[in-house]
């Protein structure tokens, strides 16, 4: 079973910044694709930053310009940089990774983490 470590949540004054770390806890996975959502109280869950084993990267159009995504260079480790934050940014947020254990595809999330901007 692969597990997704997640650090990094908190809470912080608007305009504050944080950073979240999140790591795959087995090598034999394969990960294609790593990234982060977020779930608002009473909203769906939504994609805010993803980034490929490739290092092509994919946002949000509400973060754009304040979050960043990046990786470590085994592929195993994400990290969001979340600069500028608003209060609308204050969610539960989840780490994802998509990708192979041999040649069986999977998808795991970790069990999130939470972000409080307050006002």
């Not at 470590?5 to 790591?23: K, N, P, T, W």
């Not at 490929?52 to 995504?69: H, M, P």
């Not at 254990?101 to 983490?113: E, H, M, N």
């Amino acid at each position: 079973q692969v597990q997704l470590v997640e650090s990094g949540g908190g809470l912080v004054q608007a305009g504050g910044s944080l950073r979240l770390s999140c790591a795959a806890s087995r090598s034999i996975f394969r990960i294609d694709t790593m990234g982060w959502y977020r779930q608002a109280p009473g909203k769906q869950r939504e994609l805010v930053a993803t980034i490929t084993s490739r290092g092509s990267t994919n946002y949000a159009d509400s973060v754009k310009g304040r979050f960043t995504i990046s990786s470590d260079n085994a592929g195993k480790t994400v990290y969001l940089q979340m600069n500028s934050l608003k209060p609308d940014d204050t969610a539960v947020y989840y780490c994802n990774a998509d990708g192979r254990i041999l040649t069986t595809p999977r998808t795991y999330w970790g069990q999130g983490t939470q972000v409080t901007v307050s006002s």
